[in-house]
């Protein structure tokens, strides 16, 4: 690679692994720290201040789409500066929060700009930087955006215990306002990949005819959709798994720990592979690891080596799968339309993340951990069999490409 494509690939990371952390651990990541502190303040139950995460997914679910057709137009840059200038007013009307009232229109901003900053359009930023060779460059930015919650928690606990939680929120405000949206508005390189029309910018990297680019999208969204609600929903309510499965209070936050761990491992061997991964390839090992886990929790009896087994499958598994979901659209459709279809592919997703917590909540408390395992281990299957079709989508579009005359 050339010395000045690696320049703006590492200068691009830079700037979007920055504001991505910010952007996440002054918004989804924050409640972790704050969310009990807010909830007597503002004389609320906790259920009721931790809904806000509820209300971010769904808004940002629904502009979604938007997002796709704003990113089109205007380009990822002012995309993102407009969810600098968004996040900051959220931030800000957290901050003057007097009730439920003034509290949920905040956490309706900040969805509004979760669905302008947050993921998709970060990627698409990398597309239009990178072209198809973006998948190593998502993969590196992936791995840091990863850390936002074990970088922001001791940094909002350390503003809230020496400012208070108002003030907390004033800061965050101003790192979208005086770090973020400058990053954005004149720190990222340019785009290439919106200056070569009808060239390398439209050419889809697999031959899909009309119907089977529909065809396409649907599974797409399908296995992620369903991947992405396994996650969100299984994920908070490890502990209580692991706990309702024999282990200790101690073990059991280790294995949690441990699971983050490996996601992130995951990602970095994702980083490695770069552009000789494949993302298809990766989705189905990934949703594999996962359904193996919830399998093996499944048919053998409770014991400290098989939690041990079931992190080691669900977080390599969850890891990988993180990744593919981001660099599946990439896959099979060009470069310039990457931000269109993935935001809308955030819809689904997005109303997965926002509903997935309450009904596997719903499922461990009233039935316990062996139906939330089969209801992940049906997912799961589900999901798999949704990828291996796409891949035969895949190949038969291949397969039926003229072979190139030999003269």
């Known amino acids: 690679m050339p010395k000045s494509s690696r320049f703006r690939s590492a200068q691009t990371v830079t700037v979007l692994a920055v504001t991505q952390l910010i952007g996440w651990g002054t918004t989804f990541d924050m409640l972790g720290v704050l969310g009990r502190v807010v909830a007597p303040a503002l004389g609320l139950p906790n259920e009721v201040v931790f809904a806000g995460l509820t209300i971010m997914m769904m808004v940002s679910a629904i502009v979604g789409p938007a997002t796709g057709r704003w990113l089109g137009r205007y380009g990822a840059a002012r995309v993102l500066s407009a969810a600098s200038l968004t996040f900051a007013l959220g931030l800000l009307l957290l ?11 905040a956490w309706v901003v ?15 930023a990398v597309v239009e930087r990178e072209g198809e060779n973006g998948k190593r460059v998502i993969a590196i930015l992936m791995l840091f955006t990863g850390l936002s919650s074990a970088i922001f928690w001791p940094i909002l606990s350390l503003l809230n215990e020496a400012l208070g939680w108002r003030l907390t929120f004033l800061v965050c405000a101003a790192l979208q306002f005086f770090v973020c949206l400058p990053l954005h508005l004149f720190a990222l390189p340019k785009p290439v990949v919106t200056h070569a029309e009808g060239g390398a910018a439209e050419i889809a990297p697999v031959p899909l005819t009309k119907a089977a680019r529909r065809k396409a999208f649907l599974l797409i969204a399908a296995a992620t959709t369903i991947t992405t609600f396994i996650t969100f929903g299984i994920s908070p309510s490890l502990l209580e798994i692991f706990r309702q499965s024999g282990a200790s209070p101690a073990f059991a936050l280790q294995l949690g720990s441990a699971r983050g761990v490996l996601g992130i491992s995951a990602r970095f061997l994702d980083m490695l592979l770069g552009r000789r991964g494949n993302p298809l390839l990766s989705a189905a090992m990934g949703i594999g690891l996962m359904a193996m886990s919830f399998l093996v929790m499944l048919v053998a009896s409770p ?16 890891g990988v799968m993180t990744v593919a979901r981001a660099l599946l659209p990439l896959a099979l459709f060009s470069p310039g339309e990457y931000g269109l279809q993935s935001a809308r592919l955030s819809l689904p997703q997005n109303l997965a993340n926002a509903i997935a917590p309450v009904i596997f909540t719903a499922i461990l408390d009233r039935a316990g951990t062996g139906p939330a395992l089969v209801t992940g281990a049906a997912l799961t299957a589900l999901a798999l069999a949704f990828i291996l079709m796409l891949m035969a989508l895949v190949r038969g579009a291949h397969a039926s490409q003229p072979s190139p005359v030999v003269p």
């Open 95 to 105: 901050a003057a929060a007097d009730g439920v009232m003034l509290y949920a229109s």
């Open 110 to 124: 900040i969805g509004i700009g979760g669905a302008l900053g947050l993921s998709a359009p970060a990627y698409a």
């Open 303 to 318: 014991s400290a080596p098989l939690l041990v087994t079931f992190v080691l499958l669900y977080g390599f598994g969850t």
